[in-house]
């Protein structure tokens, strides 16, 4: 049986039966985990639920997570035959996912309809119908919260404006003008400033250019589910290449820009120089969470593009062909 996006059930292939997914009480929501970067080392957190093999491509290098009864025949990410068993994964399992909600029919008319809407690309292209093979792909990403206590001092400069009188030779001839004058007033300013952040969302893949998937970021985080290894039922999971430690190190640095700007806004002023920031982060909390993108590449002219479909949304992101 496999996951089934339009029933969000098992489903049988060949006599259509369905099977529910858990055992009908309410779902339970998402597990914040505290922070401890220790967590990749614990066994007791690398339980998937079925038994898992790590599956590595020798020509992009993507690693794949496949039950150990699935064998590969083709990458889910470069689509070469190359690949090869690398035995126990030993990842943290997700906290939750958001299941495939796109089948496979409809990411491939997303895409053609987004194609056609392309500016500048060749009108053979638009045309002609591309030949690519759609895989099903849970991405992993983190989400980090975290509680921040910053304190700050800084110079603050005010313009004032004032009339100068001054001199200028205009046709051999002195004469006197008056000229508005900008000037700086500067004095020192501190303060504290907190702010929680919350759900900031990490791509752990290594797979994908980092651009590329936060275009693609329109997932809906408030319809995450707790994980159950049946969703990942005829998709491919891939296994997560950006560390916890380097997922928090990602993060914090997008907070540290967030609260540059927010101090800043807060400070005022004309101008703002010197400016030194101190803050302490308390209360972190992390998930591993698991995403559904339709991976795809296609070839045009000897040229490899790639393109992915958001499977929850339906959004299209991508390469295409330009015309000279």
């Given at each position: 049986m496999q996951?089934?996006?339009?029933?969000?059930?098992?489903?049988?292939?060949?006599?259509?039966?369905?099977?529910?997914?858990?055992?009908?009480?309410?779902e339970e929501k998402p597990e914040e985990h505290e922070l401890d970067f220790a967590d990749e080392d614990d066994s007791s957190l690398k339980d998937w639920g079925t038994e898992q093999q790590m599956i590595k491509c020798g020509n992009c290098g993507g690693e794949m997570l496949l039950p150990a009864s699935q064998t590969a025949v083709v990458c889910g990410f470069c689509g070469s035959p190359k690949v090869m068993p690398q035995g126990n994964p030993g990842s943290i399992r997700p906290e939750s996912v958001i299941p495939f909600h796109i089948s496979r029919d409809q990411a491939t008319q997303a895409f053609n309809a987004w194609r056609k809407e392309r500016w500048f690309i060749p009108n053979e292209f638009k045309k002609r119908s591309v030949n690519s093979n759609l895989n099903g792909i849970y991405v992993p990403f983190w989400t980090f919260d975290t509680d921040t206590d910053s304190s700050y001092k800084a110079e603050v400069g005010v313009h004032h404006y004032r009339q100068e009188t001054r001199t200028r030779v205009v046709d051999g001839r002195t004469e006197t003008y008056t000229e508005t004058v900008q000037y700086t007033v500067w004095h020192w300013t501190k303060g504290t400033y907190g702010q929680f952040y919350d759900d900031m969302l990490i791509p752990a893949s290594g797979q994908y250019d980092s651009e590329l998937l936060h275009k693609l970021n329109d997932f809906k985080l408030d319809q995450l589910v707790s994980y159950k290894p049946e969703y990942l039922s005829g998709f491919i999971a891939e296994r997560y290449t950006v560390s916890l430690q380097e997922g928090w190190n990602q993060a914090k640095s997008h907070v540290d820009v967030q609260l540059e700007s927010e101090i800043r806004r807060k400070i005022g002023g004309d101008e703002i120089r010197n400016l030194d920031i101190r803050t302490r982060y308390f209360d972190r909390t992390y998930k591993h969470i698991l995403l559904p993108v339709w991976n795809a590449t296609y070839m045009y002219k000897n040229k490899t593009y790639r393109y992915m479909v958001n499977g929850e949304t339906g959004s299209v992101t991508g390469g295409v062909p330009l015309s000279p």
């Amino acid at each position: 049986m496999q996951f089934d996006t339009v029933s969000q059930t098992l489903k049988c292939r060949y006599c259509g039966s369905e099977k529910p997914i858990g055992d009908g009480t309410e779902e339970e929501k998402p597990e914040e985990h505290e922070l401890d970067f220790a967590d990749e080392d614990d066994s007791s957190l690398k339980d998937w639920g079925t038994e898992q093999q790590m599956i590595k491509c020798g020509n992009c290098g993507g690693e794949m997570l496949l039950p150990a009864s699935q064998t590969a025949v083709v990458c889910g990410f470069c689509g070469s035959p190359k690949v090869m068993p690398q035995g126990n994964p030993g990842s943290i399992r997700p906290e939750s996912v958001i299941p495939f909600h796109i089948s496979r029919d409809q990411a491939t008319q997303a895409f053609n309809a987004w194609r056609k809407e392309r500016w500048f690309i060749p009108n053979e292209f638009k045309k002609r119908s591309v030949n690519s093979n759609l895989n099903g792909i849970y991405v992993p990403f983190w989400t980090f919260d975290t509680d921040t206590d910053s304190s700050y001092k800084a110079e603050v400069g005010v313009h004032h404006y004032r009339q100068e009188t001054r001199t200028r030779v205009v046709d051999g001839r002195t004469e006197t003008y008056t000229e508005t004058v900008q000037y700086t007033v500067w004095h020192w300013t501190k303060g504290t400033y907190g702010q929680f952040y919350d759900d900031m969302l990490i791509p752990a893949s290594g797979q994908y250019d980092s651009e590329l998937l936060h275009k693609l970021n329109d997932f809906k985080l408030d319809q995450l589910v707790s994980y159950k290894p049946e969703y990942l039922s005829g998709f491919i999971a891939e296994r997560y290449t950006v560390s916890l430690q380097e997922g928090w190190n990602q993060a914090k640095s997008h907070v540290d820009v967030q609260l540059e700007s927010e101090i800043r806004r807060k400070i005022g002023g004309d101008e703002i120089r010197n400016l030194d920031i101190r803050t302490r982060y308390f209360d972190r909390t992390y998930k591993h969470i698991l995403l559904p993108v339709w991976n795809a590449t296609y070839m045009y002219k000897n040229k490899t593009y790639r393109y992915m479909v958001n499977g929850e949304t339906g959004s299209v992101t991508g390469g295409v062909p330009l015309s000279p």
